[in-house]
């Protein structure tokens, strides 16, 4: 065995979980198949992004995200969100890598064989012996297997560019502007978008015409026409538009199977949080507890089958399968709310007390808070909501009973 860990990606995912098993002194191998900076504009709650050491690589960070519900109608959420200042985030993680010996081989895996000592990579024209391979080759990864397909994607299309004076409080972003009144289009209100804002300086701004979950996916070109509109109703017009983002997040991915030889991780294993689409709370939460339970597992000479599947329990813990159980639950009501049901809803979430609304979009929020916000907003929602969420239950109550009790 040259290595003891086969890491693929370059992306999050790939990177936190390179340095996770080099700092745990195991061998490790990065196959990854760019070197090229992400591209997502990445942004999430500060104290979640801490929680998970990521507070040296926010910026810039907000005092408080507002949630617009129609004209003169604001809302704040009382809570600092923030961008992930991803390139330095990027050139840290590599030079950690660097520093801890992690090898990086920029070449695309292609195919993986087992036996029962471990298992033979197949990137470009080199074949690595490895202990374990990890793939976090993201949404549509190289080698892990899962069930079937996703049905319901988060789908946004943003601008980053220069606003014409300055039409945005840099103080504050806009996680959701959910007014709909620029929408005319084949799909109309049964398929409401919202505005995400960040202003990043008087002089930058990113924003972002999103659908947050639909099945199938809002179009990219229903999105850009809905964007210009918006930005045209608003009277702000974009001097100069340094990047588009094009966003598509499958938020339904079937779980993997638990009992594959190859691990996976971030978009790979499924770990999108099914109702906002976040992610790299996750990751970076869970990548120490991953790399502790693989090196554990090999340093005692555990077959890699046993320390394959102990690894995908660590990601997938009983308590985060119960969770998601849930979520996913929330995230097929979210797809089906109409542009007046979505803002009565978000209205409705974010009265909840702070602690329950984080608690149900947290990475890991316990179980309970989930529980809490999701018989708070069934208590509080109309009658047409409470049916949905009451169908979309008995088509599967199985599933939510064990996840609930
Ligand atoms: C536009 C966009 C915006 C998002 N915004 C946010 C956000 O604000 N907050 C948040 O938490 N989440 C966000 N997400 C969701 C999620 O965090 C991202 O999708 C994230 O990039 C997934 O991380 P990952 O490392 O699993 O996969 P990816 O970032 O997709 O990286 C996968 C990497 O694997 C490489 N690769 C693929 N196949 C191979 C192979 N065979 N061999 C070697 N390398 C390979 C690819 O080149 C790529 O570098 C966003 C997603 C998108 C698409």
Known sequence: V??????VGAGPAALAAAVATADRGLRTVLLADQDAPWAPNYGGWVDELEGVGLGGYLGPIWSDALLVLGEGDVRSAGRRYARVAKRRLRAALLERCAALGVEVRPVRAHEVTH????????AGDDALRVGLVIDASGH?????????????FQAAVGFLGRPAGQPFDAERMTFMDLRTDHVDDELGPAAPTFLYTMPLSPQRVFVEETSLVRAPAVPFGVLLRR????????????DEVESTEMCLIPMDTPLPDLDQRVVGFGGAASMVHPASGYLLGRVFGTAPELAATVADGLGRGTPPAEVARRAWRTIWTDEDLRRRELHLFGTRILAGLDADEQRRFFSGFFAMPRDVWAGYLAARGDVASVVRAMSSMLWHSSTRIRWKLLLSGARRPGALLRAAV
């Open 115 to 122: 036996d029962a000592t471990g298992s033979t990579v197949r």
């Open 2 to 7: 040259q290595h003891d860990v086969a890491i």
């Open 227 to 238: 964007l210009r509109e918006r930005l045209r109703r608003m009277d702000v017009v974009l």
């Open 140 to 152: 549509k990864p190289v080698f892990v297997r899962r069930a079937g397909e996703p049905t319901a």
